[in-house]
């Protein structure tokens, strides 16, 4: 996964660096070329001459050197990579790019880079507990930067406790398990259902339900991630769609959501509707606004259609499709019975009864039910964790065995 990937390393000031230089000489074993910005701090602890010979290639560290080539030093650099490591990262590097701080080569870079950017955190267990250092590491992660986790145990500094830099092998297998999620749906057309459908009473109201969309635009930003051609269908949100889709549609009512759905479902491969389409909508809608009159007012409403039943009735031999079962009781059960009933490959289960599960939530509770019956429970996590395991289970040997 990593022949012919261009890593550029960072190394910033902190005793753990003499590991990154395992990183780079595992890095081009196996088959990555790698170039390095090390902070001025970093070379109190390692030569710049260690990374240039185990990287194979010269090394930057202070931005205002005589130039060797005629381009901008960080901008070529970051233009280059295909991934940025920065292993050790300590306090100071993550706070720096947390604030968005440019003031050496390391931390111009990092702004300059458009490439996934990895940190692998090393430093003092109380420096990592420290409200700051968390913060940091939240404000970077929710930008989409990667951490990887430090391990626990004795540190330089004898303390005992979370902060020790990843071993090289594993800060290298979590970049080889990136590059291959990012190849994992290359060239596979994925359609994926967001946020409630809305269904009009008169021109200012109508039915909707507590769907924010944000449980399918983390499954739209997971396919683009692995490299799929991304339709996004989403009902009325307030979220920003996720770059890099092919198509998003905007749609209102289930029957707008049927027609988008129906038409994209023809050419796509993969099918994940997490959309709460509402299963009824009113007989007639009034085309001005309903005045206020009696005591009691009744609307007649009719069954919309279900638009996933129809997928799983028209479901090609190539298709994966995948539903969800947002419930409030019995739901296992329910959700065993989508699958049979829709044709599923899978079902999400949704117990949304739960705090911090279901509608308008940063996390969700579910389990994922499979065909022959399966159960993987999954603890409480973030909607964007969710979207990951939903997609680990699209596996390109089971699409290219349904081409
Ligand atoms: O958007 P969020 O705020 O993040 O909330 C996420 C969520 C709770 C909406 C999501 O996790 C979820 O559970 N989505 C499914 C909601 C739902 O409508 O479930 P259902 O059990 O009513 O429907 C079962 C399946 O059939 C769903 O895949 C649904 O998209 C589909 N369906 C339902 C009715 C219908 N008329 N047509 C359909 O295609």
Not at 57 to 74: G, I, K, L, S
Request: glycine fraction near 8%; proline fraction near 5%.
């Amino acid at each position: 996964m990593l022949e012919g990937k261009r890593i550029l390393l960072g190394v910033t000031g902190g005793i753990a660096a003499y590991k990154a230089v395992e990183a780079v000489s595992r890095l081009r074993k196996a088959g990555a070329e790698v170039r390095v910005i090390m902070t001025r701090e970093a070379t109190e602890f390692v030569t710049e001459l260690t990374f240039r010979e185990i990287s194979g290639n010269p090394v930057t560290v202070d931005m205002w050197a005589p130039v060797q080539h005629w381009n901008v030093a960080h901008i070529a650099l970051a233009e280059w990579a295909d991934a940025v490591l920065v292993a050790p990262a300590t306090a100071n590097v993550l706070a720096k790019a947390a604030l968005g701080v440019a003031d050496d080569m390391l931390t111009t870079t990092l702004l300059a880079v458009t490439a996934p950017i990895f940190f692998a955190p090393a430093m003092n267990c109380n420096m990592f507990a420290h409200p700051a250092v968390q913060q940091n590491i939240k404000t970077l992660e929710a930008r989409g930067t990667h951490i990887i986790a430090p391990g626990t145990g004795k540190l330089a500094c004898g303390a005992e406790g979370p902060g020790r830099l990843a071993e090289p092998e594993e800060i290298v297998s979590a970049l080889e398990k990136f590059f291959a999620e990012g190849a994992q749906l290359s060239g596979v057309k994925v359609l994926v259902t967001a946020a409630g459908t809305i269904e009009p009473i008169d021109p200012v109201r109508y039915i909707g339900n507590r769907s924010s969309g944000r449980m399918g635009y983390a499954l739209a930003e997971e396919a683009v991630a692995r490299g799929a051609d991304v339709v996004l269908v989403s009902g009325p949100s307030a979220l920003t769609p996720p770059a890099g889709l092919q198509e998003f549609i905007s749609v209102e009512t289930a029957q707008e959501m049927r027609e988008a759905v129906l038409r994209e479902a023809e050419t796509s491969r993969v099918i994940v509707k997490a959309a709460a389409v509402a299963d009824y909508h009113p007989r007639t809608v009034s085309d001005q606004k309903i005045k206020k009159g009696d005591e009691e007012l009744s609307i007649i409403l009719e069954k919309n259609p279900d638009i996933l039943k129809e997928l799983g009735q028209k479901k090609r031999p190539g298709q994966i499709l995948v539903g969800f079962a947002a419930e409030t009781q019995n739901l296992l059960q329910y959700a065993r019975e989508k699958i049979e009933k829709k044709n599923l490959d899978f079902i999400v289960a949704n117990d949304v009864t739960k705090p911090g599960a279901g509608f308008n939530t940063a996390t969700n509770l579910v389990k994922i039910i499979s065909r022959d019956g399966e159960i993987e429970e999954l603890p409480m996590m973030t909607k964007k964790e969710v979207a990951k395991r939903i997609f680990d289970r699209v596996l390109p040997e089971d699409l290219k065995s349904r081409k």
